[in-house]
């Protein structure tokens, strides 16, 4: 559809006078699409309130503006001076027709709104004209470019000679042994690697010796091989921190005692270490063999390192569950197996999907906790067995252990209370039991003394009249044993026990 049948149609939606306007500055639309591309016959220009608002392609180029800036009469002038000499000063107000015998005619058709001014016919000579200016400007912007591009650019004949470099590759063959030297060292270095489409290439300075590298590509053209170097000293020195940190953490891994598996997001064994195959007894064959997580943690079930599932026919749907909890960090077992081991195993996620599952054995401490259990139990039973009301406490003044006649004599229990039971609150309890006497500040002050202590004891006297002896002995650790008996029983205990004799055999 044309330009003037669009303006048509908006006019009969619009009022009439919207559509007025329109129809008089569709008049001065620069018309494109008539020539083929390479070939110019005519090229418009349409100036409003004295400012470049649109002309052909051909023209931009020309100009030291673009489009946004709508470039001014004087600036399209200077441009367009060489194809027609005679182009007025100032821009036209009135219609006006140049006619020319060896350049093209000048139309100027001016109204209200806008002015448009056209050139045509456009010969052979005079496109040729304007392919050439077009050309001069591209290489007037592109010749910075490539002059001043920090990284080197360098084009070689068929004889590998330099028939031009910008300012960066000269600074970089300066330091060398000139152009020619520089461009044929590269060269030597890319033949070494013919097939790759781009080369890293090191250049090392002669009197600091200090290596810079740089990628270079080169592409072939009708002028010769032009090369390009792109700077990568980051690159390679960041290639070379990750190689030192693999080395350094492989390092780490093949000292732990702790079991490493790290499996990659498809699931498959990526990494291990050492005391992996110490714990789980599986070959580096089986491991090296990157087998999924499924395969590994099967063969662990055939070596017997870990619990045998209780269902077989759920085993898939557990390792399932296994797999997604330690993806949300949730995962951590204890695996108490045939041969008396005990594994501490726990699966953490990793970047990029992986997960990463660590197996400690834990077998000495388990035992070393067991027969610590073990002794907290003889000791309790031991003094559970005491007739005597045994209490400790702690050198903070916090009851720690007290034995079944304390118990029940003082109707506490420390296993089951929420706070904890205090020197303080204890010596308040026992002060109410006994009649007065001056031992229960005495008796805290030595339960949370830090200085050198000797056992000592006091007789007591209950409310109903009943004697009883108060025995304080410091023990180990700052701790301290309160016990309180009955001397008449303890007496009874003397009387019914009879010496040992000596009998001769």
């Known amino acids: 559809m044309s330009l003037f049948a669009f303006s048509m149609l908006v006019g009969i939606a619009c009022a009439w006078m919207i559509w007025l306007v329109l129809w008089q500055v569709s008049r001065f639309k620069v018309e494109r699409g008539a020539d083929t591309p390479g070939e110019l016959h005519t090229i418009a220009l349409l100036f409003r309130d004295g400012r470049l608002i649109d002309a052909d392609d051909a023209i931009w180029p020309l100009l030291s503006t673009n489009k946004e800036d709508s470039p001014d009469w004087e600036d399209v002038r200077s441009a367009l001076l060489p194809l027609t000499p005679d182009l007025p000063v100032n821009l036209p107000t009135s219609p006006l027709r140049v006619a020319h015998s060896a350049g093209p005619h000048v139309l100027v058709d001016v109204t209200q709104n806008a002015t448009r001014i056209t050139f045509s016919p456009i010969t052979g000579h005079d496109a040729d004209w304007f ?152 070959s580096a064959e089986f491991l090296s063999g990157r087998p999924n997580l499924f395969e590994f943690f099967d063969k662990l079930r055939e070596h017997q390192i870990m619990p045998e599932p209780k269902n077989y026919d759920n085993w898939r749907e557990c390792m399932a569950k296994l797999v997604a909890a330690a993806s949300d960090d949730r995962f951590r077992e204890t695996w108490t197996l045939v041969g008396g081991q005990t594994f501490d195993v726990t699966g953490r996620p990793y970047p990029d999907g992986a997960i990463a599952f660590l197996f400690n054995d834990i077998t000495a401490e388990v035992s070393l906790t067991r027969g610590f259990r073990t002794e907290l139990e003889t000791m309790q039973s031991a003094i559970d067995a005491m007739e005597d009301a045994v209490a400790i406490f702690n050198q903070q003044g916090v009851l720690t252990v007290c034995n079944a006649a304390y118990k029940a004599q003082w109707n506490v229990d420390p296993d089951t209370c929420l706070t904890e039971a205090t020197i303080l609150d204890a010596t308040q309890e026992w002060k109410s039991a006994f009649h007065p006497n001056p031992i229960w500040p005495e008796l805290r002050d030595f339960v949370t003394s830090t200085t050198e202590r000797a056992s000592w004891d006091s007789e007591l006297r209950s409310r109903d009249g009943r004697e009883v002896i108060c025995r304080i002995d410091p023990i180990c650790y700052g701790s301290t044993m309160i016990r309180f008996s009955h001397p008449t029983r303890r007496r009874m205990d003397d009387t019914d026990t009879e010496p040992l004799q000596i009998v001769s055999a």
């Open 131 to 282: 392919q050439a200016r077009q050309n001069e400007v591209a290489v007037a912007q592109l010749k910075p470019a490539l002059a001043y591009s920090p990284n080197p650019i360098w084009l070689l004949n068929a004889d590998g000679r330099v028939l031009w470099g910008n300012d960066a590759f000269h600074d970089l063959a300066q330091i060398q042994d000139g152009t020619d030297a520089f461009a044929a060292h590269v060269s030597e270095m890319l033949q070494q690697n013919a097939l790759q489409r781009s080369h890293r290439v090191s250049v090392t300075h002669p009197q600091t010796h200090v290596t810079r590298w740089f990628e270079v590509s080169t592409r072939t053209t009708d002028a010769g091989e032009l090369h390009f170097a792109t700077a990568v000293d980051a690159v390679v020195q960041a290639e070379e921190a990750q190689r030192n940190f693999v080395q350094t953490l492989s390092k780490t891994f093949a000292n732990l005692t702790t079991g490493l598996a790290i499996f990659d997001r498809n699931r498959r064994l990526a990494l291990f270490n050492p005391a992996l195959i110490d714990l789980s007894g599986l």
